[in-house]
């Protein structure tokens, strides 16, 4: 028997709570782990409370990431006793994910533990500063430099935005975070931002071209907010999008596209093909100061999950949350 949340659905609406299950009741793979630690991400708060249609069969198990070692493998690329991490892949909305003690999933999933970070760590890190990698390899690629200008990065006390800035700091970036929590100044600036900005000044359209600021940014916030900061990108800059905090519309116009020659990159994490995850985790694994992990990460146990998923949805939450899964 091992401990798992489950999120099932009747006529009368969603339930979700811990469970004991068997293993027989796992669902199709060829590797099966032992799950150490798994995370609560913003996908993870829409499932749980059911405030958008993230689960697509239930009854489910949720959790887009985990860590955990191989006690079983028909894969060829894993064998028992290997240390393997999972993001993303539709995991937690078509197949059971990793806020459970146990999880079976495709092998071709899996990518392995970086060395330079421990189990807890890499949950640290999770899919939040997976997609921030994503986002500034994107930028990098788009030949986004340093002596360019400063990026913006966007929901910058959330998950991404946290990862986001330490890595771009590293890297040589001046940073500017936009956030709704002016009160969390101290803990933009100790990860790496030189400005704060208030996220107020974003949340309403504005014009379609405004004032060149940005010479890149990296956005979790969709909307209003992302309109804005396209329409201040400087010429030949570039725009990370990989998110919908605000919401998913964007009410913007072409005219930084040709006038300014500004490119918006989509970032998806969760279909990302195996080559830029290990790019991805290789960036983090150089860039990324475990110490900072402490700072912007927490761990929560396995039966605190429903409680504080909750809490993302009102906005009560910064930083990373990882899910010791066996507390």
């Known amino acids: 028997m091992f401990s798992a949340i489950v999120i099932d659905k009747n006529d009368e609406g969603q339930t979700v709570n811990l469970q004991q299950l068997d293993e027989s009741a796992l669902p199709e793979g060829d590797v099966t782990i032992d799950v150490s630690y798994s995370t609560l991400n913003f996908k993870d708060g829409l499932a749980i409370t059911g405030s958008s249609p993230v689960v697509r069969k239930f009854p489910m198990v949720p959790g887009i990431d985990l860590v955990g ?64 990698a994503l986002c500034v390899d994107a930028l990098i690629d788009a030949g986004v430099k340093p002596e360019q200008g400063e990026i913006l990065v966007t929901g910058a006390t959330g998950g991404v935005g946290s990862v986001a800035i330490v890595l771009l700091k590293k890297l040589g970036f001046r940073v500017a975070a936009l956030t709704g929590k002016m009160s969390e100044e101290g803990y933009l600036k100790g990860l790496g931002a030189e400005t704060v900005i208030d996220r107020a000044e974003y949340a309403e359209q504005g014009k379609p071209l405004q004032k060149e600021r940005w010479a890149g940014v990296v956005d979790a916030a969709g909307s209003f907010t992302l309109a804005n900061a396209i329409a201040q990108t400087r010429y030949g800059g570039a725009v990370a999008a990989c998110g919908l905090a605000q919401g998913p519309d964007l009410s913007a116009t072409v005219m930084p596209f040709i006038l300014r020659g500004v490119s918006l990159l989509g970032i998806d994490s969760v279909m990302a093909p195996k080559t830029k995850r290990l790019k991805a985790w290789d960036r983090l694994a150089k860039d990324l100061d475990p110490a900072a992990l402490d700072t912007i990460a927490q761990t929560i146990g396995l039966g605190e999950a429903i409680e504080t998923a909750k809490k993302f949805m009102s906005g009560e939450v910064k930083g990373r949350y990882i899910v010791d899964v066996n507390a």
């Not at 993303?88 to 533990?113: C, Y």
């Open 69 to 132: 070692t191989v006690t079983e493998s028909n894969s060829g690329d894993w064998k028992a006793g290997d240390t393997v991490v999972l993001n993303g892949w539709g995991v937690g909305e078509t197949h059971w994910g990793g806020l459970a003690q146990k999880a079976r999933l495709k092998g071709e999933w899996l990518v392995p533990l970086p060395s330079a970070f421990t189990p807890a760590q890499a949950m640290a890190i999770g899919t939040a500063g997976y997609t921030a």
